[in-house]
């Protein structure tokens, strides 16, 4: 059974189509790249699997582990393993880091039956995984992304999915405002956390990530819909041709085939 | 050289068909339903003066407190001048008007005339109050070490920690048993700070004040422990007008923590304080307020109407006033808490979170006055507006010809949650002095729809993240509360914004 079976989903924001039709399976353990110029609805994509309000599902369905994902309120998904990195990770002045994290794992540790942790034991887990992923442990006294840069913004984001090991991760544009040493970091950790238990969406402008996070597919959004599937060369077609040969007709997209998958 | 700045306006009013709506507003509403916590009557028959005011009902009320003469030529004299004022419109504030001559100026609990000796003999009905609002006379003021003296209505009726306090040398003690033991005192600085004149609730609380607290240490002592009066207006249609006086002297230290409660009516209730603080040489004086007034119902009925007058003389070199107020109740909240910074190198501090929920209206900030040279002010200001809540940050910094190189930050920070609510700036700044350094900044944010969602990713509920959001926002203020106030503000601020986002 898949992780995240998406099936002809249809979305809208303001009223204004953004999804068309999105089909998409992603099976447990895997890492797909979802690719796409602006505007094509990758974002949209990840906010509708997450729950955000404002994005309205017209048609389709988002399973996940076969449970119906869109009849879940935000928290509840976090709480069944699902987990986005912000392209854009959000400053909370004021808001201890650690303490922040230690909220959401315990929340959603409660929601699963499981005995919260107390500070002691959440600054061992703590420790832990900054030790994997090699982060400086002053992003643990800051709080949440208040005056970080961009790097440690999207190096927070990583140890957040670290702590809070979810089942499927979607990362949005993770890449975005790195630098080379910085994308570097950022693509250790996510290859650290690759896992057969972890799904992951790679949601990415540029081929240059995925030449450090290597997918095991890779999909190409337009206009809302997904338009080529491939394995992880496609990626490096796209980096060479850019979006452009997409409508030109130079690869055969792949539509008829999602739609077959979908029947069947 | 004159520099002057004034009335730089920022506002920012979000009504209906205004900019973006923020997501989760449906359940503004929901949220806001959780009824008033402390909103209980106490069933004790009072003793009240009939409504209204005129010459007699202040000599009724001198009389009754056993005042000396002067005392009541002095209250007289503000009332002559109350009668020839009137109520003052500049604030950014709408309320009905407040009809004086239907307002009971006195109201005592009835067993006043034999006053408890000791917390045993008093009203368990009373003791059991106070335990309602969480603040066990006995037990909870010796655990946290606090000196409780709780005014209920107009009367002090307990004191504790008297005697450790006495062996400080520190006089703690209800402005009515300082006019009796310590009347050179009470003469030698009632209304030096606020004088009567000083405007329209000031008159009028020094016409008819009936009880508050006094404070004195003496030269070169630390306070052995805070100090707290607990404020709750309990009778229907009285006013309180406590009167509070702080006298700090030289190189001595002392905090000071109110908390205000009052339960719940559908009528308005008025409560016009006045606070004078007085630090001389060196001294230290840390005023710290918790306010949660009856707010009223969501509907915008009943409440509290604050009008303070609240001010602190930095009148000895080297001394050092801080106000730190979370500002949670009230239908409309008045209040101003300024320094009068005299001495040199003398130092004022403010410190705010003003909330206002519902129909709840509050315009505060503060005024730093630098007559000192070397003088140093700071202010830091949280308002938080939610539901139809309308929240100006209004402060002055007035930098005289001679104060040479003083130095001001005002950092004023506004966060709206819903799409009803408002929250407006206005600040003054007058230099004198080509010396002065004043920094003002100023910001304007929404509980973001991008914060809460945030959060909700990681799993947070939205109810969790919304207090965790403004505890955020507020952290600079709460830091400067003792610990186990900032505890508890902290909790009320939860209390209040219950139901504010959904």
Known sequence: MSRLQIKNLHATVDGKPILKGVNLEIESGKVHALMGPNGS?????????????????????VEFDGKDLLGLAPEERAHAGVFMAFQYPVEIPGVNNTYFLRAALNAQRKSRGEPELDSMQFLKLVREKLEVLHIEDDLLHRAVNEGFSGGEKKRNEIFQMAVLEPRLAILDETDSGLDIDALKLVADGVNRLRGDDRSMLIITHYQRLLDHIVPDAVHVLADGKIVASGDASLARKLEDQGYTWLEEGGIQPVKERAEEAAAG | MNTEIKSLQQSENVGPGGPTPIAGENAVDAFVRRGYRHGFVTDIESESVPPGLDEGTVRWISARKNEPQWLLDWRLKALKYWQKLREPNWAHLRLTPIDFQAISYFSAPKSDKDRPKSLDEVDPKLLETYEKLGVP????????????????????????????????????????????????????????????RDNFFAALNSAVFSDGSFVYVPKGVRCPMELSTYFRINAAETGQFERTLIIAEDDSYVSYLEGCTAPMRDENQLHAAVVELVALENAEIKYSTVQNWYPGDEHGRGGIYNFVTKRGDCRGDRSRISWTQVETGSAITWKYPSCILRG?????????????????????????????????SKIISKGISAGHGQN?????????????????FTQCDSMLIGKNCGAHTFPYIEVANPTAKVEHEAT???????????CLQRGISEENAVSMIVDGFCKQVFRELPMEFAVEAKALLEVSLEGAVG
Do not use: W
Request: hydrophobic share 35%.
């Open chain 2, 444 to 454: 304007t944010s929404r509980i973001g729809e991008d914060q809460l969602f945030y």
């Open chain 2, 344 to 376: 040199d190198h003398s130092r004022g501090e403010f410190y705010s979170v003003a909330l206002t929920n519902n129909y709840q209206q509050a315009d505060t900030g503060t005024k730093m006055i630098h007559l000192g040279r070397n003088t140093r």
């Open chain 2, 137 to 196: 006379l006995h037990e909870r003021a010796r655990l946290a070490g606090v000196a409780v003296d709780a005014v209920f209505d107009s009367v002090s009726v307990g004191t504790t920690f008297k005697k450790e306090l006495r062996n400080a040398g520190v006089i703690f003690c209800s402005f009515s048993e300082a006019v009796q033991d310590h009347p050179e005192l009470v003469r030698q600085y009632l209304g030096s700070v606020v004088p009567s």
């Open chain 2, 392 to 408: 100006s940050y209004r402060g002055l910094v007035k930098v005289a010809r001679k104060a040479d190189n003083a130095r001001n």
């Open chain 1, 41 to 61: 609805g990758k974002s949209t994509l990840a906010y509708v699997v997450a729950g955000r309000e404002g994005y309205e599902v017209t048609d389709g369905s």
